[in-house]
């Protein structure tokens, strides 16, 4: 059972464009985390959020936890070719703490 | 500070053989959890050590075994290998094992059964 739903499942757009993937579940998580994965090396941790409803920016990269601590967006603004790879939310719960579930990831293509 | 190291880098087994992967986890971290990532999924959790003790497991059969030494790196032992466990495994390291605590990830160990 897939408990984090990502979408889209791949994304292609042009330099300088907006873009939001999202991340959902019917599951309540503790704390939700963003990576973001290059071709034959691991995930690297983008964000972390744990307060329903909160925001965080990371230069054009801006997160949101959703109220119910249940789903997550990440939107990038003006999208750049660095921007380019395979975007993974990971859930951890109170009860499992520290294990945490990954959705299967949305793989973006920014075209010079 | 180092970061987390994986070996070996790549790795080729044929069906019903064994095999130890080896991660040695940041400085001041004494919390691993093994990963296995399949082509085009997202990472499944395999289990977490702590502090040289099993904390956690995910929905993987027994053949999948692990181990923390006491400079609190480990290793991932897989027996009676399969085809299905062609993957990517990940070690993820942290300073503890609560949710809050941040997780830094090795590049990985890309296994493949033939």
């Known amino acids: 059972t897939q408990l984090l739903e990502q979408s889209p499942q791949f994304l292609s757009i042009q330099e300088g464009e907006n873009l939001t993937v999202y991340c959902n579940s019917s599951?309540?998580?503790?704390?939700l985390q963003w990576y973001r994965q290059e071709p034959g090396e691991g995930p690297v941790l983008l964000v972390t959020?744990?307060?329903?409803?909160e925001v965080k920016k990371l230069k054009r990269l801006t997160f949101q936890f959703g109220d119910a601590r249940k789903d997550s967006s990440l939107h990038i603004t003006a999208a750049q070719p660095g921007d380019t790879g395979l975007y993974l939310c990971?859930?951890?719960?109170?009860?499992?703490?520290?294990?945490?579930?990954f959705g299967d990831g949305t793989t973006l293509t920014v075209k010079p | 500070e180092t970061g987390v190291t994986q070996s070996p880098t790549h790795l080729i087994k044929t069906r019903g053989q064994q095999v130890t992967l080896r991660c040695s986890s940041q400085?001041?971290?004494?919390?691993v959890s093994w990963y296995q990532q399949a082509l085009g999924q997202g990472p499944q959790f395999i289990f977490q050590?702590?502090?040289?003790?099993?904390?956690g497991r995910g929905n993987f059969p027994p053949r999948f075994s692990g181990l923390q030494f006491p400079n609190y790196s480990s290793e991932l032992n897989v027996n009676a290998l399969e085809l299905d466990d062609s993957a990517l495994y990940l070690c993820?390291?942290?300073?503890?094992?609560?949710?809050?605590?941040?997780?830094?990830f090795g590049p990985g160990t890309r296994l493949t059964v033939l």
């Open positions: 993820a390291s942290s300073s503890d094992p609560s949710s809050y605590n941040e997780q830094f």
């Open positions: 599951s309540v998580f503790s704390s």
């Open positions: 959020v744990v307060t329903g409803g």
């Open positions: 990971a859930g951890a719960r109170w009860t499992n703490a520290g294990k945490s579930t």
């Open positions: 400085s001041g971290h004494n919390t």
């Open positions: 050590y702590y502090r040289e003790e099993e904390n």
